[in-house]
Structure formats: C-alpha cells, structure tokens
C-alpha cells in the first residue's frame, strides 16, 4: 500500500508540466520518508499517456478512466482523489496548484478530513513530518507550514519544482469508481483555448509591457519579442485597465503570480504590486527609461533606454542568434 | 433570489511585511486594511445579480471587530443585510470556512459569491471548501456569469484558455477580476450604510488543521547591472543570457 498519492493532470490528455513537477516532488519525499508511492491520472482514453509518468519517478500509476471524465468536472474528480485516497491508505496527497489543483484540493480535504497547505514551492520533512513553505501577502512574506490532520494535502506552485525526465517505467493500473449523475455538479460544454503563446503562468520565459509602451498599438513589440524567445505575453494592472491588454495577462498581486526562468519587463516602473507577482522569477531583464525606477531594484540586467528604441534592436539580434 | 457574498478584511497591497515578535503572524501596526479587491468583484455581481432578478444581497465577514469596515464598505455598495461572524481568534482557511459554512446553511441562498482568493494568505481555498461543506456545486476563477432560470452559465479561466460551465443552483460562485467592473459606493450609499446595521454573532467554533509554524521574509533580490542605456548593449545582454543566466 502506497503512503503518497500525488495527483498529476491532464488536459487533452496531455499531461501539464507542473504534473510532472509534481509527480516528482511527491516521488522524492516518498523516498524521504521510506514509503511507497503512486501517481493517479483521471480521465477518457488515458492508460498509454499514463506510462509517461515512469520517466518522472512513478513506478505505479493508478488510473481511473471513463468517457465521462474527458474533461474536469471539480465535483467528480475531487470525488475520486477521496475514494483512491482512502482506498490506497494514503497519507499525503499532492496536487499541482494550477487551476485544476486549486479547484480540487479544498473538496478533497473535506472528503478526507484533511488540512490543505496550499501553492507551496519549496517542501521539506522534518521529524518524519512534511513542512511546506508558501508564499503570503503575493509573496512579501513566506511562512512554513505543518498539516496537523492525519491525512494531508498540498498543492505545489507551478515552475518551482524541476521536472527533468529520466528513463523509467510505470506500471498502469486501471480502476474504477463508481460515479452518479449527481456527482457532476459542474458540467464542462466547451473549451475555449487561447492560440499561440502560452499562458503567463506556465510560460518559461515572460515578455511584458506597461505604460512606457504608449498605447495597444505597440504591444507588437512585446508579442514579437516573446514569439521568437517562444515566451508568454504580461502586461502591468495599468494597460489592463487601460484596455490594452486583456486581465487574464496582468502580472501582479490581483493578476497572475508567475515564476518563469526569465522575466523580460518593458516600460514597467515596478510598483510593490507588479513586483509582487513577478519577483520570484529566476532572471529578471528591464528596460526602462528611467534609471531609477524600482523595477531595476530587482532586474538582474537592466537597460536604462528606450524601449521603441532597445526591443526591436533586441528581436532582431536574438532572431537571429537563435536561428529563427 | 437569494445571495450570499463572503468577504474578507485585508492588508493594503501596499503594505511592507514585518514579522511580528510572535514569530509566525505579520505586525499590524500601522497596517491599513480593506476589501480583498476580488471580494469586491464578488459584491459587484451579487448586486447585478439582485438588480436583475430582485431579492436580497447579504454580505458575510468572519473575523474580528475590525471587519466591520469591510462589511460597511459593502453597505455602502448597496448590499443589504451584513453579517459578521466574530472571531478575534486566528483561523486557517478550513476554520473560515467552516464557520461562514454553518451561517450560510441556515440562511440557504441560491448563489453564494466569494473572491477567487484573499489577497492577505492568497489560500484560494475559502469559496471552495464552503461549497463542498455544503454538498454544492462550485465555479472558480469566474470571469462571465450569466444567470438564467435555476441555471448559471459560466466562463472561468484556466491556463490558456477558458472553460465554459453550466451549473444548477444553489451554487458557489469565485470572482476572478474582469468579471465586471465594481461600482464605486455612492455618496447617498455611504450615508445610508452608516444607518445599517450589522448583525453580529460569534462564529462556531473551529480546529486548526494548517498550522503555520515561521514566518519570514524572503531573501530580497539583488539589484543587478544596469548594462547602459541604449541598443547599443543588445549584444552584451544576449551574451550575458545566454553565458551567464543560460536562459536562452
Ligand atoms: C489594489 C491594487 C492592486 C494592484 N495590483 C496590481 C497588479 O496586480 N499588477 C500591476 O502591475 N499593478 C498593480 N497595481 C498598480 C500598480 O500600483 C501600478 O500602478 C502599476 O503597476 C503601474 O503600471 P506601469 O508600470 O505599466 O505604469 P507606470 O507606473 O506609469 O510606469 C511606466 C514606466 O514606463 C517607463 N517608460 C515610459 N516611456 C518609456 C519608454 N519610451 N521606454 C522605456 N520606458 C519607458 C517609465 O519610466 C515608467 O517607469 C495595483 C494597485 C492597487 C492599488
Ligand atoms: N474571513 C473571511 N470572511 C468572509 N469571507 C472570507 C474570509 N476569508 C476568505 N473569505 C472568502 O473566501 C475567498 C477566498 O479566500 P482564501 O481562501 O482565503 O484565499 C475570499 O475571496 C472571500 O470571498
């Protein structure tokens, strides 16, 4: 019987990087503390996707697999990481703390009688205990937290924890959970992606424009600039409220928190807020005209110039030292 | 129809963290608090919601004295019943929400509205757990919602994309920014809100199930080089990504 379940999604039956990042978190404290582990995949027509976690540490996966569960239903997913929970004698369960995660993890804790540390990015055990840091007040504080319930749940934040695939096999075990009507409370009828470049949150590497780019008509220097690095586009809370940019793209304390391996900030001053949301990124880059504004207090490579100036120059040059 | 809006008292974006000697809470001295700005997402839709359909908007806030001025604020919006659920004590998300979750039984309202996250904790778990503790369904991170007979159709965001929802009521509902733009209270709104009362009374009690044991300030960043001042240092930049940051 395994002690540590971590719950790795799909969405159209791909599996989402902080999946992987998560399987392999979980794996390793389940190395920690000598216990077993599995990983659990929901879903329609997933059994050969499942496989895909032996490369991340998982050497059993438990897989419920139904037509009905081809997309996220929170009621009836939630219902399920309960049942394989119990079923499994798990004691920790971990979710990526992407929208799925966050949207399960509460009902799951109910279900099970478990406490929830949430959006965690670092995880250690102490005494035989796992202790979770997350960030509070967006990242101005971090605190350390312990679950005291018998069985504990945690979600962990997206881009923080490594995911290198290394060579392994899984073993899929298809089970099956008896479901109802009643436990689709939700029900999903369409899925609207956005094309192209991917979302700030999961994006590797963030372009990102404020008010020093003029008004919406420039932003192409910002979409450029992130098409050829294959980054995501960010805007500061003053182009959203602006309408230059639409909200899903605010970077900040009321926008998205994002952690990429670089954050490219252009004619952002860097508010307390907009920092709030970007400064656990791992390589900060600024352009802004003012030498003194705060976004240089955490930029690792700052240019004080122009941005109508520095980023078509930059484009350019990286277009072609990348070979695009 | 009946409506329910929880909201939460916090810290100003503004504010500069200090650890308070406890070791594991922020000091708030000389703290400003106000409306977690999702929550007031929340109260904007459930006001829409009352201007279209009629009934009855009650705002809920559990914490201590000092959430009054939160639930005024909602007053002076135009809700019109507040409710504070008093609790001087410290509470993890599960302990709020199971205190907001017995009130919100007795009361039964078709929609219950909360922010898709406080912006003191950034838990994202309050609305959610309330929903299950009450065997209801739940949307998160809301940004259209369209109520039409028993139903609410929903767009919520999820990466890179969103997802279109149908619900039945009664239904829990989390208000991500740009679900509506929230009104500013009105002058003769804030007047009258001063008139209304707030029913107080204690919360149930609750156990702690997360337990927050430092809390501290996270290594500041260092300030890098500013490389110069012009395109002149593209070149050097890229070097320095590429040789230094190996991030391209
Ligand atoms: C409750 C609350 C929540 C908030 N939440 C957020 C949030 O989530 N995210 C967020 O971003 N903000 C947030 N803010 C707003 C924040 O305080 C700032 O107002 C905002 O971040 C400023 O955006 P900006 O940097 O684009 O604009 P500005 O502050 O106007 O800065 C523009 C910058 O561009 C530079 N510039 C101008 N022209 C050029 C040029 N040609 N080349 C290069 N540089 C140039 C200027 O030097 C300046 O530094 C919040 C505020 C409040 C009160
Ligand atoms: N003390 C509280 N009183 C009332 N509602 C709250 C409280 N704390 C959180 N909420 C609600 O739950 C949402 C999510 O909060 P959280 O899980 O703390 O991020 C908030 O946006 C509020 O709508």
Request: aromatic letters at 4%.
């Amino acid at each position: 019987m395994s002690k540590v379940l971590a719950f790795a999604e799909l969405r159209d039956n791909k599996f989402k990087k902080s999946s992987f990042e998560t399987v392999k978190a979980a794996c390793g404290i389940a190395d920690r503390l000598g216990v077993e582990f599995a990983a659990l995949v929901i879903g329609s027509g997933i059994e050969s996707v499942a496989k895909e976690l032996g490369n991340y540490g998982a050497a059993r996966v438990v897989a419920v697999d139904e037509a009905s569960l081809a997309t996220h239903s929170n009621t009836a997913y939630a219902k399920i990481i309960a049942e394989i929970a119990k079923k499994e004698g798990a004691s920790l369960v971990f979710l990526p703390a992407s929208q799925m995660g966050k949207d399960l993890a509460p009902r799951v804790g109910v279900k099970v009688g478990a406490g929830v540390a949430s959006d965690c990015i670092a995880l250690d055990v102490v005494d035989g205990n796992v202790v979770g840091t997350r960030p509070v007040y967006a990242g101005k504080g971090l605190i350390d937290v312990r679950v005291t319930t018998a069985i504990k749940v945690f979600t962990l934040r997206p881009n923080v924890f490594t995911a290198k695939p290394e060579s392994g096999t899984a073993t899929v075990e298809k089970v099956s959970v008896p479901l109802t009507d009643t436990d689709f409370g939700c029900v999903v009828r369409e899925v609207k992606v956005a094309e192209g470049r991917p979302d700030v949150t999961e994006a590797d590497i963030v372009v990102s424009g404020g008010r020093g780019l003029k008004g919406p008509e420039h932003f192409h220097l910002i979409e450029e600039l992130a098409d050829v690095l294959g980054g995501g586009v960010g805007a500061s809370r003053a182009v959203v409220d602006a309408g230059w940019r639409p909200h899903d793209e605010q970077v900040g304390q009321t926008g998205k928190t994002v952690s990429p391996s670089m954050y490219v900030a252009c004619g952002i001053s860097g508010a307390v807020q907009h920092l709030a949301g970007m400064s656990s990124s791992k390589y900060i880059v600024a352009i802004n005209k003012d030498k003194d504004a705060p976004i240089f207090q955490v930029a690792d490579y700052g240019i004080a110039g122009d941005v109508f100036e520095v980023l078509p120059e930059l484009t350019a040059q990286l277009k072609k030292t990348l070979g695009k | 129809m009946k409506v329910a809006v929880c909201i939460n008292h916090v810290p100003d974006t503004e504010t500069k963290i200090k650890v308070s000697s406890d070791g594991v809470s922020i000091d708030k001295a000389g703290v400003n608090f106000m409306l977690s700005p999702y929550d007031e997402v929340a109260i904007e839709e459930g006001l829409k919601i009352k201007e279209k359909f009629k009934g009855e908007v009650t705002a809920l806030s559990l914490g201590g004295d000092s959430h009054k001025e939160t639930l005024r604020k909602a007053l002076a919006m135009g809700v019109d019943k507040a409710v504070l659920l008093k609790d001087e004590g410290v509470r993890d998300s599960f302990g709020v929400a199971a205190g907001l979750a017995a009130e919100l039984k007795s009361l039964s309202p078709d929609i219950i509205l909360f922010g898709k996250q406080s912006i003191d904790y950034d838990g994202a778990q309050v609305g959610t757990l309330v929903a299950e503790m009450l065997g209801m369904p739940s949307a998160a991170v809301v940004v259209k919602m369209d109520v039409e007979d028993g139903k609410v159709f929903c767009e919520r965001e999820i990466e890179g994309g969103h997802e279109v929802v149908e619900t039945k009521l009664p239904a829990a509902f989390l208000a991500q920014k740009g679900l509506n733009e929230p009104r500013y209270p009105s002058l003769k709104g804030i007047m009258a809100a001063k008139n209304k009362p707030i029913e107080e009374k204690p919360a149930v009690a609750a156990e702690i199930r997360v337990e927050t044991t430092a809390m501290k300030k996270p290594v500041p960043k260092s300030a890098g080089k500013i490389l110069g001042t012009d395109k002149s240092v593209v070149p050097e930049l890229i070097r320095l990504l590429h040789e230094e940051a190996k991030v391209i």
